[in-house]
């Protein structure tokens, strides 16, 4: 089962470093790592999101609390929350298939950010099974290019 963890660290250099490594010693592969300052420069969320059993997080986790610049944990996997991934997504778009990928493109709220002679840029954001139903709308164009960003999570709620 996929886990979502959001981790509050010591905005500080190596400790994205040190939270990897501890994934990696043990094993366990991340699935999708995002980090960035929160409104208080001097901390960081990470949301780490890690394929295994409730053992594994829990081991996980505890390994995690040992790290100094560790703030805080969530196993949010269960919470309420919202997720969201950003992808940019390069297809072959000639005169006869760009009017058909731009609709694909307004069905899915998405937004064209480049425009080349025989390819198109989009630019999507939303929860996983949203970004994985454009990206197969638009597989038989011919995706040339694919990027795509970690998960980003946040409770629903005041917690």
């Given at each position: 089962?996929?886990?979502t963890?959001?981790?509050l ?15 990696a ?7 999708s ?9 001097s ?11 409730g ?28 997720d ?14 760009r ?17 080349g ?43």
């Amino acid at each position: 089962m996929r886990h979502t963890l959001s981790v509050l660290v010591e905005n500080k250099p190596g400790i994205l470093t040190r939270v990897a490594g501890l994934f990696a010693r043990r094993g366990y592969n991340i699935e999708s790592l995002a980090v960035g300052e929160t409104d208080n420069p001097s901390i960081s969320r990470m949301t780490i999101v890690v394929d295994g059993d409730g053992k594994i997080i829990e081991q996980v986790t505890k390994q995690l609390h040992k790290l100094i610049d560790v703030l805080k944990i969530q196993d949010i996997t269960d919470e309420p929350s919202v997720d969201r991934e950003l992808v940019l997504i390069k297809v072959n778009a000639d005169a006869t298939t760009r009017s058909e990928i731009m609709q694909i493109v307004e069905i899915f709220r998405a937004h064209i950010v480049d425009l080349g002679r025989n390819s198109l840029i989009i630019e999507i954001t939303g929860d996983q099974n949203k970004i994985e139903a454009i990206c197969t709308s638009l597989r038989p164009f011919g995706v040339r290019e694919l990027a795509r960003t970690g998960r980003i999570s946040m409770m629903r709620g005041s917690k």
